[in-house]
């Protein structure tokens, strides 16, 4: 394993997002069975420090690009301000969203559905930023969250105000769907690839591992939510860190993945490079380590350093010559070699 090639592609900003959302999650479910009686602004402190990293790398990037005009024309600048920009648009109106989530569930001082009128904005934000994203070759994930879960959000904030009746079975419907398509396209393409006659044993070999690394995404993911749909309509009287089991589990398969995930913008806090490269420079110890390469077989010795032994051949004798006092001519003796 060479940990230049395991850094080269590491995804900072998707590592803080998994990893925030796997500490919130576990104090969410912790909180909500009362094994901890911190407030719900404690609970919501890991998604607060993901939103203030936001914000200050946007900041300090936006400082960057005032006071040093020549570094606009660097690699893709101009783009990548504007994939800032539209991320921090977005991340304010989510993080309007929680602090209105975690004052309504201290205080219950508003309705739910102004509580979520915040995640209804990001939808037509969402879209466009996916249409740009698309133009211009961007991986935009979290705005597709937010632009395809539009309907799920209207559903959850009309059952928590009792304006529908609903189980929360049927509340969930847009997710059903949704995961339902998204196991229905992965298999049929993973059929398409496994019987298409011109793909190399290799791509389809890479494929099929693909497609498990999916499916143990999205296999966790969907019984989390059986068990926690079935909670919220008291089918099951399982605890909460228990039904979140799962999807820890999603999570923490995630993390490993921002170490190979692509797409990484070189402009946040500044830093116009790659990610691992700004590490090593600030950090010349860590070139030592980033040089190492793992094996998990024994080296092979170079020939030149093998220890071959060598069979020492007996020098023959030199073989005496007669010549012939009739002809002049020199003769050899003929030998007959016995065997052994």
């Known amino acids: 394993m060479n940990l230049k090639n395991l850094f080269q592609d590491f995804n900072p900003g998707n590592f803080v997002i998994y990893l925030s959302l796997l500490l919130f999650t576990i104090l969410f479910a912790l909180k909500g069975d009362g094994y901890i009686t911190c407030s ?38 101009y783009v990548d301000m ?95 769907i949704l995961m339902g398509l998204l196991c229905m396209v992965d298999v049929i393409w993973s059929i398409l690839i496994f019987r298409a006659t011109e793909t190399m044993p290799e791509q389809r070999r890479a494929h099929m591992m693909a497609a498990f690394a999916r499916a143990t995404l999205v296999v966790p993911l969907l019984t989390f939510e059986i068990l926690f749909v079935n909670w919220l309509d008291g089918i099951n009287d399982y605890p909460l860190p228990a039904i979140f089991s799962p999807l820890y589990l999603s999570l923490v398969v995630l993390l490993p993945t921002s170490f190979g995930q692509r797409g990484n913008n070189q402009w946040w806090f500044g830093i116009r490079k790659d990610f691992c490269s700004f590490l090593l420079e600030v950090c010349p110890c860590l070139q030592e380590y980033g040089n190492i390469t793992y094996t998990l077989h024994p080296v092979d010795i170079p020939p030149e350093t093998e220890q071959i032994p060598v069979r020492t051949l007996p020098t023959p004798a030199p073989t005496p010559i007669i010549i012939n006092t009739s002809s002049g001519k020199h003769v050899p003796p003929v030998t007959i070699d016995m065997p052994d």
């Open 40 to 77: 719900w602004w404690l609970v919501f402190l890991p998604l607060w420090i993901w939103k203030c990293l936001v914000f200050s790398g946007a900041t300090i990037a936006g400082l960057v690009w005032w006071r040093h005009p020549e570094y606009r024309i660097e690699g893709e600048g």
């Open 82 to 176: 504007k994939a800032i920009i539209i991320s921090v648009a977005l991340h304010s109106l989510v993080f309007i969203f929680e602090v209105l989530a975690c004052d309504n569930l201290e205080s219950h001082h508003n309705v739910w559905l102004v509580v979520f009128m915040p995640l209804f904005m990001t939808a037509p934000i969402s879209i466009a930023a996916c249409v740009w994203g698309f133009k211009h070759d961007r991986g935009l994930e979290f705005e597709t969250i937010c632009s395809i879960n539009i309907l799920q959000f209207v559903f959850i904030s009309l059952k928590l105000d009792m304006f529908i009746t609903w189980s929360w079975a049927i509340v969930f419907i847009p997710m059903w």
